[in-house]
C-alpha cells in the first residue's frame, strides 16, 4: 500500500497544478487549446494520488509490486512526454506560420516600394 | 480611411429604408467553400446591392478567393488557417476601422440564406439589440435544419447552460448567422474568442452590457464542401468551450489589455 504521506502531498501537488492552470487561463495568459493537457494531467495525478486501492488495483495489473506510487511518477512522466510531444508540434506549426508571415511581408514591402 | 463608399442610390426600392441611409458590410467567413461562394455572394447582392461583402479567406487551397473577388467581393486572405473565430474576427476589424454602422455575418458555406437578412437585422435597425442572432431554434417549430443526434443535444445543452448564465433565454448559442451595430462590431473586433467562438462570445456580450436578441432562421444543408465538425472535434469542442465559459465567469476585467492576446 502507499505510504499516506505520499498519497496526501501527491494529491495536494497535483491539485495546485489544476489551480495554477485555471488561474493561467483566468487571467488571459494561458489559452484553452493548450490548457486541456494540462489539465487532464493535474486531473488525472489527483484521482491516482487520492484513491488510493485504486492506484494499489493499477499497480497489481502492472506487476508494480513492491511500491505503488512507482505508478504516479510512470503516469506523471507519460503525461508530460504527451505534453512536450504536443508543443513541440505547436512550436513547428508556429515557426512555419512566422516563415510564411516574413516572405509575405517582404513581398508587400516590395510591391509597396514599387507602387510609390 | 474608408475603402469606398456605400452606393447608396444603386439600391433598389426594395431595400430598407433605413438600411440606404448607413454603411452595411456583410462578413463571410470561408474555407474551401470554392462551389458556393459565389451564390452566397449573388444572394447577399440580391438582398441588397449596397451590402459590401467582404469574404475572409481563412487559408483555403481552392478557388475560394478566386470565386469571391470574381463575384465582386472584396476579399480578405489570411495567410494561414486562423480558425472560424480569428477568420471572423479579422471581417469585425475591417468593419470597425472602416467605421461601418452595420455588419452581418453570413457562413460562405451556403447553409444561411440571405433572404432571411431583414428579419435578422430588423431589431438591429430599430434600435432594440446590439447583437442579433438568427437561431435554427426559437420558433419551436421542429427545424428543417438536420444533423446528428449527439451535435443536437450538444447544441440543446450549450443554450441551456448559457441561459442560466446570462439570465436570458437563448436557443442557439452556435449560430454565425448574425446582425450587429457598431456596439457590437467594436466589441468584436476588441475581443473574440479564437476557436469555436460563438458559445464564448454569448456570454461575453451579456458581461459588457450588450443586449442580444434571437430570432427564428431556418438554415440550408450544406451547398458543397464539408463540415468541420466531426466526432473527436466535437468532444473538444464541449470540452474547451465549458471550459472557457466558466473559467471566464471568474474575470473581472473582462475586456482584455491592448496586446494581451
Ligand atoms: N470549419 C472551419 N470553417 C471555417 C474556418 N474558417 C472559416 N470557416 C467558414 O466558417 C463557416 C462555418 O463553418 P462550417 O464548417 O460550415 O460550420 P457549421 O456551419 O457550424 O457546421 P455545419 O452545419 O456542419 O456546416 C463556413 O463558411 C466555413 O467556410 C475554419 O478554420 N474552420
Ligand atoms: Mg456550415
Not at chain 2, 438568427?134 to 443526434?149: D, K
Amino acid at each position: 500500500m502507499t505510504p499516506l504521506s505520499v498519497s496526501i502531498a501527491g494529491a495536494i501537488a497535483s491539485f495546485v497544478l489544476v489551480l495554477v492552470v485555471l488561474e493561467l487561463i483566468r487571467s488571459r495568459r494561458l489559452r484553452e487549446r493548450y490548457a486541456l493537457l494540462w489539465l487532464a494531467t493535474g486531473i488525472v495525478l489527483t484521482v491516482l494520488s487520492a484513491w488510493r486501492e485504486g492506484l494499489n488495483t493499477i499497480a497489481g495489473w502492472l506487476g508494480v509490486r513492491s511500491y505503488p506510487p512507482a505508478v504516479l511518477f510512470a503516469v506523471g512522466i507519460l503525461f508530460i512526454l504527451a505534453v512536450l510531444l504536443h508543443y513541440s508540434t505547436v512550436i513547428s506549426r508556429l515557426s512555419d506560420q512566422n516563415v510564411l508571415l516574413a516572405q509575405r511581408l517582404a513581398l508587400l514591402e516590395q510591391e509597396l516600394h514599387e507602387a510609390n | 480611411m474608408r475603402v469606398s463608399e456605400t452606393v447608396a442610390t444603386a439600391a433598389p426600392p426594395t431595400v430598407d429604408a433605413r438600411l440606404r441611409e448607413i454603411r452595411r458590410v456583410a462578413i463571410v467567413p470561408a474555407l474551401n467553400e470554392e462551389h458556393s461562394i459565389g451564390r452566397v455572394i449573388d444572394e447577399l447582392r440580391a438582398f441588397d446591392p449596397g451590402l459590401d461583402v467582404v469574404v475572409v479567406d481563412d487559408g483555403s487551397v481552392d478557388g475560394t478567393s478566386r470565386a469571391a473577388a470574381a463575384a465582386g467581393a472584396r476579399v480578405l486572405r489570411l495567410p494561414f488557417n486562423l480558425g472560424i473565430g480569428g477568420a471572423v474576427q479579422t471581417g469585425f476589424r475591417f468593419a470597425f476601422e472602416q467605421d461601418y454602422d452595420v455588419a452581418v455575418r453570413v457562413d460562405g458555406d451556403g447553409q444561411h440564406d440571405p433572404a432571411q437578412l431583414g428579419r435578422v437585422l430588423e431589431p438591429v435597425l430599430r434600435g432594440d439589440a446590439d447583437i442579433v442572432v438568427g437561431s435554427r431554434f426559437a420558433s419551436g417549430l421542429p427545424s428543417g435544419y438536420r444533423s446528428s443526434r449527439s451535435r443536437r443535444i450538444g447544441i440543446r445543452l450549450l443554450a441551456a447552460i448559457v441561459s442560466r448564465i446570462v439570465g436570458q433565454r437563448v436557443t442557439d448559442t452556435t449560430s454565425g448567422f448574425q446582425a450587429l451595430n457598431r456596439e457590437g462590431i467594436a466589441l468584436f473586433a476588441r475581443d473574440y474568442p479564437h476557436d469555436y467562438p460563438e458559445v464564448e462570445a454569448t456570454v461575453m456580450v451579456f458581461r459588457h452590457r450588450l443586449r442580444l436578441l434571437e430570432v427564428p432562421v431556418e438554415m440550408r444543408e450544406r451547398g458543397g464542401g464539408r463540415s468541420s465538425i466531426t466526432a473527436l472535434r466535437s468532444i473538444y469542442y464541449m470540452v474547451k468551450v465549458l471550459l472557457a465559459i466558466f473559467v471566464g465567469l471568474f474575470r473581472r476585467d473582462v475586456v482584455p489589455r491592448e496586446g494581451s492576446e
